[in-house]
């Protein structure tokens, strides 16, 4: 009986914590805006962004032909892409915003 109430209380406790990850409207905790900004510096700071998940940021703000991507010494993914018919260096910070340099 004592083991049933252990699995119940366990199985409550990851029910609540898979609810409060889909409400969180992302996968980054630290992406609090779905919406994807361009701006002129990458933020320096702990990146917890997957590669694939930097690379669906970067196409989401209408990039294609995405690199692989790298992710420096700052914790910024790097790589190139295609925009307008330009090869530019993009760059994903943490917080999710795209640059280009």
Same mark, same amino acid.
């Given at each position: 009986m004592h083991k049933k109430i252990i699995v119940a209380a366990f199985?409550?406790?990851m029910a609540t914590a898979?609810?409060?990850?889909?409400?969180?409207g992302s996968?980054?905790?630290a992406v609090k805006n779905p919406t994807v900004h +361009? +701006?002129?510096?990458a933020a320096k700071g702990r990146n917890s962004f997957t590669?694939?998940?930097a690379r669906g940021r970067i196409a989401k703000d209408g990039y294609t032909g995405i690199s692989k991507?790298?992710?420096n010494q700052n914790g910024?993914?790097?790589?190139t892409a295609m925009k307008g018919g330009a090869k530019v260096n993009v760059a994903l910070d943490y917080k999710g915003n795209v640059t280009v340099h």
């Open positions: 199985a409550a406790s898979a609810f409060a990850q889909a409400d969180a996968h980054n905790p +361009t +701006t002129a510096m590669e694939s998940q991507l790298a992710k910024v993914w790097q790589g």
